[in-house]
């Protein structure tokens, strides 16, 4: 069942373009233990549905209840958002939605974890569990530019980590699918989160492999509200049966449906 709570915020900081970091703290977050699922931001207090925002859990750190987000700023409701001083209370509902299978990678297997964009931040969750359960991880994360680039460092941490940028500006020119074939990396399981033109790109590439696609580009309302969010599974791709990113997702096998 999904809760909701309120949370107050410990930090906030801009770490590249349009990108911001907030950490909030609350006992909802205990139950935040399943990365790749998300949460539902009320930014104001007022029950405008268009001011919720859908959010993918960064990090938690279950000890201290602290929820780790980062978003692009690009409407009024993640501009609300970014203005929200230390001690202001964001209202949260969630976590929601079907999240990465961690389970699916066994210890000493190697987990690649592929990032585009703001699809980057539940990757990053993911990976420090995976390496908990004693697989290995290797990053690919790709970004328009430097100025859109962040946890470089925190992920580099955790293991191998490669950086691409579409205009070349840092890490290797062009997309994460250049990177993965240059640097010739193999796995055993891909777990990616990004725009769809590269979640087509991984899949026709890796249509055999085992791997977990987390479609949060295309999320709306994110609690089965608004039906913006629908996909049709690949058995059925013209029919009338359809899955909800937001409550059958945010993440399907590889294959599983149409992108
Ligand atoms: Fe609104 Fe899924 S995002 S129904």
């Given at each position: 069942?999904?809760?909701?709570?309120i949370?107050?915020i410990?930090?906030?900081?801009q770490?590249?373009?349009?990108?911001?970091?907030?950490?909030c703290?609350?006992?909802?977050?205990?139950?935040?233990?399943?990365?790749?699922?998300?949460?539902?931001v009320?930014?104001?207090?007022?029950d405008?549905?268009?001011?919720?925002?859908?959010?993918?859990?960064?990090?938690?750190?279950l000890?201290?209840e602290?929820?780790?987000?980062?978003?692009?700023?690009?409407?009024?409701?993640?501009?609300?958002?970014?203005?929200?001083?230390?001690?202001?209370?964001?209202?949260?509902?969630?976590?929601?939605?079907?999240?990465?299978?961690?389970?699916?990678?066994?210890?000493?297997?190697?987990?690649?974890?592929?990032g585009?964009?703001?699809?980057?931040?539940?990757?990053?969750?993911?990976?420090?569990q995976?390496?908990?359960r004693?697989?290995?991880v290797i990053?690919?994360?790709?970004?328009?530019?430097?100025?859109?680039?962040?946890?470089?460092?925190?992920?580099?941490e955790?293991?191998?980590?490669?950086?691409?940028?579409?205009?070349?500006s840092?890490?290797?020119?062009?997309?994460?699918?250049?990177?993965?074939?240059?640097?010739?990396?193999?796995?055993?399981?891909?777990?990616?989160?990004?725009?769809n033109?590269?979640?087509k790109?991984?899949?026709?590439?890796?249509?055999?492999?085992?791997?977990?696609?987390?479609l949060?580009?295309r999320?709306?309302?994110?609690?089965?509200?608004?039906?913006a969010?629908?996909?049709h599974?690949?058995?059925?791709?013209?029919?009338?049966?359809?899955?909800?990113?937001?409550?059958?997702?945010?993440?399907?096998?590889?294959?599983?449906?149409?992108?």
């Amino acid at each position: 069942m999904n809760k909701q709570g309120i949370l107050s915020i410990v930090s906030q900081q801009q770490i590249a373009e349009q990108i911001f970091e907030i950490k909030c703290q609350g006992p909802l977050v205990k139950s935040m233990t399943n990365p790749g699922q998300f949460v539902h931001v009320k930014v104001d207090s007022y029950d405008d549905l268009l001011l919720r925002r859908p959010l993918s859990i960064c990090d938690i750190d279950l000890e201290q209840e602290i929820l780790t987000m980062l978003y692009r700023v690009e409407g009024e409701g993640t501009n609300r958002l970014s203005k929200k001083q230390k001690w202001e209370q964001v209202d949260v509902l969630g976590p929601l939605g079907h999240g990465f299978p961690v389970e699916e990678t066994e210890p000493g297997e190697v987990a690649l974890l592929v990032g585009g964009g703001i699809g980057v931040p539940p990757l990053y969750y993911l990976s420090k569990q995976l390496k908990k359960r004693g697989v290995k991880v290797i990053h690919v994360l790709g970004f328009q530019a430097k100025s859109a680039v962040f946890y470089e460092k925190e992920f580099n941490e955790l293991g191998e980590t490669y950086i691409t940028t579409v205009d070349g500006s840092h890490g290797l020119q062009g997309f994460v699918t250049d990177a993965i074939s240059k640097y010739e990396l193999s796995f055993d399981t891909l777990y990616s989160c990004g725009p769809n033109v590269m979640l087509k790109a991984l899949t026709s590439q890796f249509e055999n492999s085992r791997g977990f696609l987390s479609l949060e580009e295309r999320m709306g309302c994110g609690i089965g509200a608004c039906l913006a969010c629908v996909c049709h599974p690949t058995e059925d791709p013209e029919g009338t049966s359809y899955k909800k990113v937001c409550t059958d997702g945010p993440v399907f096998k590889v294959g599983e449906v149409v992108l």
